[in-house]
C-alpha cells in the first residue's frame, strides 16, 4: 500500500482525528519496509499514546503489522491447537507446565514465546538453563515436532510480525509502551499470525504485572478480546492476579525446577491452579468436555506422570537433557552462594511487591535490563509463601541463588522489604478476577 506523506497521518492523529484504515496500514506497513524514518514513527506513536487509538485504528495497526511478514498457519498439524500467551509477571511459569499437559491431553500447543525484560520473567531463558535446549527452531522443525509431541516451545523467526518488533522497540525508547491499543495490538498482532484454533489470553493484573490495577487489565482484556473477534478467531482472555508472585521461583534454572516438581503432582498452589485453569478451558472449547470431566482430566495428567514424560519429549526434542525430568538438581547450573530469607516477626504476609522481588532476581543477573542482556540461568530467588500465610519468626521463607555472599545479602534484605506483615489474619486473593471474549 503506498502512503502519499506519512507526515500528513502524523498530523491528522496528533490534531485527534480519527485515521482511516487504510492511513494506518500504509503508514505502518512503509515503516516495516524502512521508507519511514524512525523519528517519523516516534511522533506516530507518541500522538497515538497521547490521543488514543478507536477499535477501527486499533484493528487496522493489527492488521498492518501481521501483513508486514509471514504467518504460520500450521496446517500440517491434525490435533486441535491451542496458543496461550501471559502478558508477563514474577515466577509466572505457567506455558512450561501448560504446554506438555495440554499435549498429555490431546492438544497442541506451538507456543512461539518471549525473553525476560525488566522484573517479568522469559519462558524461552527458563527453557535455555536446561543444557542443550534449543529454542531457535525453523517453521518446519517447530510444526513437526508440535504433530509428533503435541508441544513445542520456541522463539518467533524474525519474519514473523517484523513490524511489531520495530514499533515495540520504539515504543520502549519514547516511552509509549502503556497504551493500552498499542498493547493490545502488539500482543494480538503475534497471536493472530500464527492459525490456532484457539486463544487463551492471560493479563495480568497486581504489583508484579504491567498492568497495575483490574481495571486497567480489564481494559486490555477486552481490547484484545475485541480484536480477536474482529480477525473471526476464537479467544479467550481472562484477567488474573498478580499481586504477588505466582510460584515460587523467580528465576531460571529454579523456574524448571518447580515446573518438574509441578509435572510430577509434587506441588500445589497457584501456579498449578493456572495451569489448569487453561486446561480444563482448552478442553471445554476444543473437546466439549464439561469443566468437571476437564479438570479431572488434567488433575490425571498431572499426578500420573504423563505430562511430564510429554515434557521430557518436549526436551529432547529440542537438544536438551531429558534427564531434567528426572533428576532437575543434577542436571541444571546452580549457583554457588544460598542464602535463605527468613521471616523477621511472627505475623501474616499482608501483602507482596512483586516487582520488586522480579527486579532483585532480575539485579543477581537471573534477568536483563536492556535485549540481547545476557542472564544468569543458576540466580535468582525462591519465595514460598502467599498472602494470607502465617509465619513464626525465623520461619525460612525461602532463599537467594547468587554468585556471590553479598549479592545474596542485598537479595535477602531486597525481598523481605517488599513484604507488608499483619499481626491479624489476613483474606486469600483470588487467582481468576474475570473471564472475556
Same mark, same amino acid.
Request: a negative charge.
Given at each position: 500500500?503506498?502512503?502519499?506523506?506519512?507526515?500528513?497521518?502524523?498530523?491528522?492523529?496528533?490534531?485527534?482525528?480519527?485515521?482511516?484504515?487504510?492511513?494506518?496500514?500504509?503508514?505502518?506497513?512503509?515503516?516495516?519496509?524502512?521508507?519511514?524514518?524512525?523519528?517519523?514513527?516516534?511522533?506516530?506513536?507518541?500522538?497515538?499514546?497521547?490521543?488514543?487509538?478507536?477499535?477501527?485504528?486499533?484493528?487496522?495497526?493489527?492488521?498492518?503489522?501481521?501483513?508486514?511478514?509471514?504467518?504460520?498457519?500450521?496446517?500440517?498439524?491434525?490435533?486441535?491447537?491451542?496458543?496461550?500467551?501471559?502478558?508477563?509477571?514474577?515466577?509466572?511459569? !505457567? $506455558?512450561?507446565?501448560?504446554? @506438555? *499437559?495440554?499435549? =498429555?491431553? +490431546?492438544? #497442541?500447543?506451538?507456543?512461539?514465546?518471549?525473553?525476560? &525484560?525488566?522484573?517479568?520473567?522469559?519462558?524461552?531463558?527458563?527453557?535455555?538453563?536446561?543444557?542443550?535446549?534449543?529454542?531457535?527452531?525453523?517453521?518446519?522443525?517447530?510444526?513437526?515436532?508440535?504433530?509428533?509431541?503435541?508441544?513445542?516451545?520456541?522463539?518467533?523467526?524474525?519474519?514473523?510480525?517484523?513490524?511489531?518488533?520495530?514499533?515495540?522497540?520504539?515504543?520502549?525508547?519514547?516511552?509509549?509502551?502503556?497504551?493500552?491499543?498499542?498493547?493490545?495490538?502488539?500482543?494480538?498482532?503475534?497471536?493472530?499470525?500464527?492459525?490456532?484454533?484457539?486463544?487463551?489470553?492471560?493479563?495480568?493484573?497486581?504489583?508484579?504485572?504491567?498492568?497495575?490495577?483490574?481495571?486497567?487489565?480489564?481494559?486490555?482484556?477486552?481490547?484484545?478480546?475485541?480484536?480477536?473477534?474482529?480477525?473471526?478467531?476464537?479467544?479467550?482472555?481472562? !484477567? $488474573?492476579?498478580?499481586?504477588? @508472585? *505466582?510460584?515460587? =521461583?523467580? +528465576?531460571? #534454572?529454579?523456574?524448571?525446577?518447580?515446573?518438574?516438581? &509441578?509435572?510430577?503432582?509434587?506441588?500445589?498452589?497457584?501456579?498449578?491452579?493456572?495451569?489448569?485453569?487453561?486446561?480444563?478451558?482448552?478442553?471445554?472449547?476444543?473437546?466439549?468436555?464439561?469443566?468437571?470431566?476437564?479438570?479431572?482430566?488434567?488433575?490425571?495428567?498431572?499426578?500420573?506422570?504423563?505430562?511430564?514424560?510429554?515434557?521430557?519429549?518436549?526436551?529432547?526434542?529440542?537438544?536438551?537433557?531429558?534427564?531434567?525430568?528426572?533428576?532437575?538438581?543434577?542436571?541444571?547450573?546452580?549457583?554457588?552462594?544460598?542464602?535463605?530469607?527468613?521471616?523477621?516477626?511472627?505475623?501474616?504476609?499482608?501483602?507482596?511487591?512483586?516487582?520488586?522481588?522480579?527486579?532483585?532476581?532480575?539485579?543477581?543477573?537471573?534477568?536483563?535490563?536492556?535485549?540481547?542482556?545476557?542472564?544468569?540461568?543458576?540466580?535468582?530467588?525462591?519465595?514460598?509463601?502467599?498472602?494470607?500465610?502465617?509465619?513464626?519468626?525465623?520461619?525460612?521463607?525461602?532463599?537467594?541463588?547468587?554468585?556471590?555472599?553479598?549479592?545474596?545479602?542485598?537479595?535477602?534484605?531486597?525481598?523481605?522489604?517488599?513484604?507488608?506483615?499483619?499481626?491479624?489474619?489476613?483474606?486469600?486473593?483470588?487467582?481468576?478476577?474475570?473471564?472475556?471474549?
Amino acid at each position: 500500500m503506498s502512503l502519499a506523506d506519512p507526515r500528513d497521518v502524523v498530523a491528522a492523529k496528533r490534531d485527534g482525528r480519527t485515521l482511516a484504515p487504510e492511513e494506518v496500514e500504509g503508514f505502518v506497513l512503509a515503516y516495516a519496509r524502512d521508507e519511514v524514518p524512525d523519528y517519523l514513527a516516534a511522533a506516530f506513536l507518541m500522538a497515538c499514546y497521547v490521543r488514543g487509538l478507536d477499535a477501527g485504528e486499533t484493528l487496522a495497526l493489527t492488521r498492518a503489522m501481521v501483513a508486514s511478514g509471514r504467518t504460520l498457519p500450521l496446517e500440517g498439524i491434525s490435533r486441535p491447537k491451542v496458543d496461550k500467551h501471559s502478558t508477563g509477571g514474577v515466577a509466572d511459569g !505457567v $506455558t512450561l507446565v501448560f504446554a @506438555p *499437559l495440554a499435549a =498429555a491431553l +490431546g492438544l #497442541a500447543v506451538a507456543k512461539l514465546s518471549g525473553r525476560g &525484560l525488566g522484573h517479568t520473567g522469559g519462558t524461552l531463558d527458563k527453557l535455555e538453563a536446561i543444557p542443550g535446549l534449543r529454542t531457535d527452531l525453523e517453521p518446519d522443525a517447530f510444526e513437526r515436532q508440535v504433530e509428533e509431541i503435541g508441544c513445542a516451545v520456541a522463539a518467533p523467526t524474525a519474519d514473523l510480525v517484523p513490524a511489531d518488533g520495530k514499533l515495540y522497540a520504539l515504543r520502549d525508547a519514547t516511552a509509549t509502551v502503556p497504551a493500552i491499543p498499542l498493547i493490545a495490538s502488539s500482543v494480538m498482532s503475534k497471536k493472530l499470525a500464527v492459525g490456532t484454533d484457539l486463544i487463551l489470553l492471560d493479563v495480568k493484573a497486581g504489583s508484579g504485572a504491567f498492568m497495575k490495577t483490574v481495571e486497567d487489565a480489564v481494559e486490555l482484556a477486552r481490547a484484545s478480546a475485541a480484536l480477536a473477534r474482529d480477525w473471526g478467531r476464537a479467544c479467550r482472555v481472562v !484477567v $488474573t492476579d498478580m499481586s504477588q @508472585p *505466582l510460584g515460587s =521461583a523467580v +528465576g531460571n #534454572a529454579l523456574d524448571v525446577v518447580e515446573t518438574v516438581a &509441578l509435572l510430577r503432582g509434587q506441588e500445589r498452589g497457584r501456579l498449578r491452579d493456572a495451569a489448569l485453569v487453561f486446561a480444563v478451558e482448552a478442553q471445554v472449547r476444543l473437546l466439549d468436555l464439561d469443566a468437571t470431566e476437564a479438570l479431572a482430566r488434567a488433575e490425571r495428567a498431572l499426578d500420573s506422570g504423563e505430562a511430564l514424560d510429554a515434557f521430557r519429549r518436549m526436551v529432547q526434542a529440542q537438544g536438551g537433557d531429558p534427564r531434567v525430568a528426572d533428576d532437575p538438581m543434577g542436571v541444571l547450573p546452580q549457583a554457588p552462594v544460598v542464602r535463605p530469607i527468613l521471616a523477621p516477626d511472627d505475623g501474616h504476609l499482608a501483602a507482596v511487591e512483586a516487582e520488586t522481588i522480579g527486579r532483585a532476581s532480575a539485579d543477581l543477573g537471573a534477568g536483563r535490563k536492556r535485549k540481547g542482556d545476557p542472564v544468569d540461568p543458576a540466580v535468582g530467588i525462591v519465595f514460598r509463601p502467599k498472602i494470607g500465610d502465617h509465619v513464626r519468626a525465623g520461619q525460612e521463607l525461602g532463599e537467594v541463588h547468587a554468585r556471590e555472599d553479598e549479592a545474596a545479602v542485598v537479595g535477602v534484605e531486597r525481598t523481605l522489604a517488599a513484604l507488608t506483615w499483619s499481626p491479624s489474619p489476613v483474606g486469600v486473593v483470588p487467582l481468576v478476577h474475570g473471564w472475556f471474549d
